[in-house]
C-alpha cells in the first residue's frame, strides 16, 4: 500500500511559479514510477510529468519548457517545479504512483492516488 500526500497548490497570477510536493510512504515496490496529473472542472484528468526510479522525466508537450519534475534521493518526495504559470493551467493537481517498470501516460495505469492540490492561475 503506498499513501500519496501532495501539498504546496494556491493561487498566484499568469506568470508565476509554484512548487507541489507529493510525500509517500508505504511499499517502495508500488511507487517506481511516479507523475503528476490534472484535472480541471468538466475535463478529464490528464498527464502532465512522470518519472521512473531512475530519474528519466516525461513532460507533457503542454507545459514542457515550463514545469520539471524531480524526486528526491530518497525517492520519497516527488516534485513539481511549474514557472511561468497560464490561466489554462489551473487545475486539481494529483500525485500517483505505480510499480510498473515503465511509465505510461494515462490516469488508468496508476494504481494509488494522492487527494490532489488545488492550482489556480489569474490574469
Known amino acids: 500500500q503506498v499513501l500519496l500526500v501532495e501539498s504546496g497548490g494556491g493561487s498566484v497570477q499568469v506568470g508565476g511559479s509554484l512548487r507541489l510536493s507529493c510525500t509517500a510512504s508505504?511499499?517502495?515496490?508500488?511507487?517506481?514510477?511516479m507523475g503528476w496529473f490534472r484535472q480541471a472542472p468538466g475535463k478529464e484528468r490528464e498527464g502532465v510529468a512522470r518519472?521512473?526510479?531512475?530519474?528519466?522525466?516525461i513532460i507533457a508537450e503542454s507545459v514542457k519548457g515550463r514545469f520539471t519534475i524531480s524526486r528526491d534521493g530518497n525517492k520519497n518526495i516527488l516534485l513539481l517545479q511549474m514557472s511561468n504559470l497560464k490561466p489554462e493551467d489551473t487545475a486539481m493537481y494529483y500525485c500517483?504512483?505505480?510499480?510498473?517498470?515503465?511509465?505510461?501516460?494515462?490516469?488508468?495505469?496508476?494504481?494509488?492516488w494522492g487527494q490532489g492540490t488545488q492550482v489556480t492561475v489569474s490574469s
Open positions: 508505504g511499499n517502495t515496490y508500488d511507487r517506481v514510477c
Open positions: 500517483s504512483a505505480d510499480r510498473s517498470s515503465f511509465c505510461y501516460k494515462e490516469p488508468y495505469d496508476y494504481a494509488y
Open positions: 518519472t521512473d526510479r531512475e530519474g528519466t522525466a
